[in-house]
Every structure is written in structure tokens, then in C-alpha cells.
T-cell receptor, first 109, second 113 residues
Framework: EDQVTQSPEALRLQEGESSSLNCSYT??????LFWYRQDPGKGPEFLFTLYSAGEEKEKERLKATLTKKESFLHITAPKPEDSATYLC??????????FGGGTRVLVKP | DGGITQSPKYLFRKEGQNVTLSCEQN?????MYWYRQDPGQGLRLIYYSQIVNDFQKGDIAEGYSVSREKKESFPLTVTSAQKNPTAFYLCATQSLQGTYEQYFGPGTRLTVT
């Protein structure tokens, strides 16, 4: 059975304090690893797709990386507006996504 | 304006009533999905459809029903058989042309009392 686990569940950061979120996955035949940002009461917003180990993607203060067993979302010098829940999902055969439980990030000024 | 629309944003119902949530898209995506999200939890798949007039059960389909009569529309009915229907419901679409990311609508928050 496909499984995606995110850690930590919650993360409190001071503005400017860089950190990383972890996404561990057990998927047969990974087609893609996805990161989303979700603000309270809203639908998830697509951030990145990673397809193979060693791949990296960047967007502003966010950088996603992928190994054969896990993905990391690095937040560099975060600002309060980076506060959100970050969701990780993996896709195997059949096009469905399996989601992790998310990491709630709070960046304090 | 392109995208995915869900309506209504908030919905209140009494126990024992069926309720239908709307999801419409103009992205010309083939696949559509319904998820349920409970407070502090990830997304759980209810139903999905990859082609018109065909759909499959997800992990938590009991108490829900769907239809896919048009490519643009994938309504979800929450029936009275669903034991704990209060939740945030999210619709997503996916192009099946080479990439696999899903795009989400704004969600409907359903409260049943």
C-alpha cells in the first residue's frame, strides 16, 4: 500500500530562521512527488513536481529536493507570509495521489 | 477566467438530508477528483473520474455518490448514509497528458447538525 508521511506535524519559526520539512514515501513506481501550500479555509495551491531522485526545484524562498525515499522542502529566510500548511503527495500507477498529513508552519515576525 | 469553481462555499444541512456539492472546471482536464479534509488532517480520496460517464470509488466512498455527465462537471452528493459528513470538501482536476499534478478548487465547508 502506498504511504506518505510528513514531519514534523507543526513548525514554529522566527522570521529569517531557515528550516526543512520532510516527506517520506513508500510508493511502487513513483511517477511524481508533489508539494502544495494550503492556507486556512482554502484549497491547496500547487508548488512543485519532482520526478526523479536528485531533482531540485525552487520558487522564491522554497526549494524542493527528492531522493529515492524522501523529499525535503527547504524554507530559506522565511517571512510571516510563508505561514501555511505544506502538503506532500506521491503519484504511482493510476494517476491518483496519496497525500501526507501536512506540516503546519508558523513564521513569527 | 479559467479555473475550478466549487459552490457553495459554506453549506449547512440537517441530519437525514442529502446534499449535492458542485464542481465545475474550464481547464479541459480529463480527470476530476473529490477529497475530504478533516481538521488537522490530510486529504482522503472519495471518488474520481478519468472520463465522462465513468468513475471509481476512492478510499472513503461509503455514503457518497457522484456523476460525470459532462467533462466540465463532477457533482458530489453526500447522502444521509454518511455517518460523519461535516468536513471540508475539495474538488481537483488533472490533465492526463504527460503530467500528474492536480489542481484544486476553493473548497466547500459542509456542516451537518
Amino acid at each position: 500500500e502506498d504511504q506518505v508521511t510528513q514531519s514534523p506535524e507543526a513548525l514554529r519559526l522566527q522570521e529569517g530562521e531557515s528550516s526543512s520539512l520532510n516527506c517520506s514515501y513508500t510508493v511502487s513506481g513513483l511517477r511524481g512527488l508533489f508539494w502544495y501550500r494550503q492556507d486556512p479555509g482554502k484549497g491547496p495551491e500547487f508548488l512543485f513536481t519532482l520526478y526523479s531522485a536528485g531533482e531540485e526545484k525552487e520558487k522564491e524562498r522554497l526549494k524542493a529536493t527528492l531522493t529515492k525515499k524522501e523529499s525535503f522542502l527547504h524554507i530559506t529566510a522565511p517571512k510571516p507570509e510563508d505561514s501555511a500548511t505544506y502538503l506532500c503527495a506521491a503519484s504511482a500507477a493510476g494517476n491518483k495521489l496519496t497525500f501526507g498529513g501536512g506540516t503546519r508552519v508558523l513564521v513569527k515576525p | 477566467d479559467g479555473g475550478i469553481t466549487q459552490s457553495p462555499k459554506y453549506l449547512f444541512r440537517k441530519e437525514g438530508q442529502n446534499v449535492t456539492l458542485s464542481c465545475e472546471q474550464n481547464l479541459n482536464h480529463d480527470a476530476m477528483y473529490w477529497y475530504r479534509q478533516d481538521p488537522g488532517q490530510g486529504l482522503r480520496l472519495i471518488y474520481y473520474s478519468q472520463i465522462v460517464n465513468d468513475f471509481q470509488k476512492g478510499d472513503i466512498a461509503e455514503g457518497y455518490s457522484v456523476s460525470r455527465e459532462k467533462k466540465e462537471s463532477f457533482p458530489l452528493t453526500v447522502t444521509s448514509a454518511q455517518k460523519n459528513p461535516t468536513a471540508f470538501y475539495l474538488c481537483a482536476t488533472q490533465s492526463l497528458q504527460g503530467t500528474y499534478e492536480q489542481y484544486f478548487g476553493p473548497g466547500t465547508r459542509l456542516t451537518v447538525t
